[in-house]
């Protein structure tokens, strides 16, 4: 892996970790650590995404096509670093998640930093209209959290319970209204927020401006076809742009790391 930006001195900087030997997680975690509470207001939402040349956020409606195992090294990290991982329920269906398990290389700094072993994993659902049955509701390390409307069914409600899920409330009708979501997690206690989308989603928090941060992945491949972007959804009055924190390389894969200005 190189570091590209910012910009390191000599050979073995740029193509190593921050001591010049190869990369670790330790070395991953320090690039992509979330800034300090003091300078965000206590709470930081980012987004982990990777996209083709051609600007596909997939390939036949999954995103594992496009990745690399640098890809999931970051992905790993990222999640080891949040509280909690938002993700609408149509990604959580066709990515069949599974919940976040706990990596023994990070316990002791989640333990030093009051998190759970692992990060809570949020679907972010209207219908409520989730398989139950699976992992993620039956055997998590901490209890999955749905998030919808007050709106959703009742029924489906007590049945997401039943699954010992915990449901939060976070929109007036059956959506979820990003900015409620947000308040709603910090009121659990997760300040480190991440999201994997999918699409819409990542459009609604981007069109909402509750965005604090783009982790994005660019994959060297073309896929042609109309796959999704990274965002779908309502526009923005004017284009947003972000600044560059950190740029990696590793086999063609570009790692960029961009912050709200």
């Given at each position: 892996?190189r570091r590209?930006f910012?910009?390191?001195?000599s050979?073995?900087?740029?193509?190593?970790?921050p001591?010049?030997?190869e990369?670790?997680l330790?070395?991953?975690?320090?690039?992509?650590a979330?800034?300090d509470?003091?300078d965000?207001?206590?709470?930081?939402?980012?987004?982990?995404?990777?996209?083709?040349?051609?600007?596909a956020?997939?390939?036949?409606?999954?995103?594992q096509?496009l990745?690399?195992?640098a890809?999931?090294r970051?992905?790993?990290t990222?999640?080891?670093?949040?509280?909690?991982?938002?993700?609408?329920?149509?990604t959580?269906r066709?990515?069949?998640?599974?919940?976040?398990?706990a990596?023994?290389?990070f316990?002791?700094?989640?333990r030093?930093?009051g998190?759970?072993?692992?990060?809570?994993i949020a679907?972010?659902?209207?219908?409520?209209?989730?398989?139950l049955?699976t992992?993620?509701?039956g055997?998590p390390?901490?209890p999955?959290?749905?998030?919808?409307?007050?709106a959703?069914?009742?029924?489906r409600?007590?049945?997401?319970?039943?699954?010992?899920a915990?449901?939060?409330?976070?929109?007036?009708g059956?959506?979820?209204?990003?900015?409620?979501?947000?308040?709603?997690l910090?009121?659990?206690?997760?300040t480190?927020?991440?999201?994997?989308?999918g699409?819409?989603?990542?459009?609604?928090f981007?069109a909402?401006?509750?965005?604090d941060?783009?982790?994005?992945?660019?994959?060297?491949?073309?896929?042609?076809?109309?796959?999704?972007?990274?965002t779908?959804?309502?526009p923005?009055a004017?284009p947003?742009r972000?600044?560059l924190?950190s740029?990696l390389?590793?086999?063609?894969?570009?790692?960029g790391?961009?912050?709200?200005?």
């Amino acid at each position: 892996m190189r570091r590209l930006f910012p910009a390191a001195g000599s050979p073995d900087e740029r193509t190593g970790g921050p001591d010049g030997g190869e990369w670790t997680l330790a070395d991953l975690a320090a690039v992509y650590a979330y800034p300090d509470p003091r300078d965000t207001g206590g709470v930081w939402l980012r987004a982990n995404m990777v996209t083709s040349l051609d600007g596909a956020a997939e390939h036949e409606g999954r995103s594992q096509p496009l990745s690399c195992p640098a890809d999931m090294r970051i992905f790993g990290t990222l999640r080891a670093l949040a509280d909690v991982v938002l993700v609408g329920a149509e990604t959580v269906r066709r990515e069949g998640y599974r919940p976040a398990r706990a990596r023994a290389e990070f316990a002791e700094a989640r333990r030093a930093a009051g998190q759970a072993p692992a990060p809570a994993i949020a679907v972010v659902s209207a219908g409520l209209e989730l398989d139950l049955a699976t992992p993620l509701f039956g055997s998590p390390l901490v209890p999955t959290l749905v998030l919808t409307g007050a709106a959703a069914p009742v029924e489906r409600i007590a049945a997401v319970e039943r699954a010992g899920a915990r449901v939060v409330v976070a929109g007036d009708g059956t959506g979820v209204d990003p900015a409620r979501a947000v308040a709603a997690l910090v009121e659990l206690g997760h300040t480190r927020l991440l999201t994997e989308g999918g699409p819409r989603l990542l459009g609604r928090f981007v069109a909402d401006g509750v965005l604090d941060e783009l982790c994005l992945t660019m994959s060297p491949t073309l896929t042609g076809g109309d796959a999704r972007r990274i965002t779908s959804g309502p526009p923005i009055a004017a284009p947003r742009r972000l600044g560059l924190v950190s740029l990696l390389e590793e086999d063609g894969f570009l790692f960029g790391r961009y912050r709200r200005r």
